[in-house]
């Protein structure tokens, strides 16, 4: 289990990546950026900002609320999510002009809203005994591949997507097999499924994806027996991809994206804040007998993993 301190320091790491994240965009649109740069701003909100403040909300907020000296601030910090949906919806629809001025009052806000939940709620829940910030930021990550897979769902929900409803029909069969005590064949079959959906339909992949980390919880023994070897030395071995601070929808891409530039023989040290069992399945899926996996540090607050391309890989 992950310590206060620690999850304390991710989370407070999280926002200062998301802060850089909007005031970077930001400042792309106030130097004139145009329209893809105010689409960039807009997306980079919905996908990541917004998700982040509604898990929080469910988690954090949550929690802090039952204390009487934060109940006022919560208030407050609930109606500050808010006022950033509708600074977002006259971005949506302003001018050159307007667009400038708008972008800046969500920057000057965001930022003041980081700074009184890292100063004012955070630090006062990570130093009561009572409180398990590890906990709450695990509830975090599953509220967020929850309402990743949600979203997907609801845009797979058209009677004619007959790829949607196929796929809904073999996750609840894996569930019924993990329910069955057959984790582990869930896991695989899930895995399996993700291969085939990912390229052509990444919305049912982000789906499998959230899937597969409900259904890895119901494995109780070590996962998938890897076919290849141990890693071997290469010229980006030590290279670290450090995926903490990314949204967990974009984790598995980003990290099969790396191993995708990787030549025979060569690898990088993969950093996480939970175990990545789910990963390891899809790994497993769709690169048998051609990667490697040595396990470096196991938690509990943080898992370094190498990952490979063997060499005897194609390139």
């Known amino acids: 289990m992950m310590k206060s301190a620690q999850a304390l320091e991710a989370m407070l790491g999280h926002h200062a990546a998301l802060e850089e994240g909007v005031s970077r965009r930001v400042a792309t649109i106030q130097a004139g950026g145009g329209g893809a740069s105010l689409a960039e701003l807009l997306a980079y909100m919905a996908s ?46 302003a001018d050159e002009g307007a667009a400038a001025t708008e972008a800046k ?22 130093a009561d005994p009572v409180v398990h910030l590890g906990d709450l ?22 009677a004619t997507d007959v790829e949607a409803a196929l796929l809904r029909l073999l996750l609840d069969g894996a569930t019924d ?84 530039g990787l030549e025979p023989g060569t690898g990088f040290i993969l950093v996480n804040d939970h175990d990545p069992k789910p990963l390891r399945y899809q790994f497993e899926a ?10 470096i540090e196991a938690g509990p607050a943080v898992w370094r993993i190498r990952v490979g391309r063997s060499a005897t890989a194609a390139g």
Not at 233 to 246: C, H, I, K, M
Request: with cysteine; glycine share 4%; proline share 4%.
């Open 286 to 295: 769709e690169h048998s007998g051609e990667f490697t996996w040595d396990v």
């Open 105 to 126: 009052a969500i920057e000057v806000l965001f930022r003041e809203h980081v700074a009184k939940e890292n100063e004012l709620i955070l630090p006062v829940l990570a």
């Open 177 to 260: 097999l993990a329910t069955a005590g057959e984790g582990d064949r869930a896991c695989r079959l899930a895995a399996e499924a993700w291969t085939v959906v990912r390229a052509w339909r990444p919305e049912l992949g982000v789906k499998v994806t959230a899937s597969l980390h409900k259904l890895v919880r119901s494995v109780t023994a070590e996962p998938v027996k890897l076919s290849s070897g141990p890693g071997r030395p290469g010229a980006r071995e030590n290279s670290t991809l450090d995926v903490r601070r990314l949204a967990p929808a974009q984790r598995h891409e980003t990290i099969f994206a790396t191993y995708a």
């Open 137 to 158: 930021l695990e509830e975090m990550h599953h509220s967020l591949e929850s309402a990743a897979g949600a979203e997907a769902e609801a845009t797979d929900s058209s």
């Open 48 to 93: 990541e900002v917004l998700p982040h403040a509604v898990a929080e909300e469910q988690t954090i907020y949550k929690v802090a609320a039952e204390r009487e000296e934060l109940a006022e601030t919560i208030a407050g910090m609930v109606d500050e999510h808010r006022q950033l949906s509708a600074h977002l919806d006259r971005l949506a629809t």
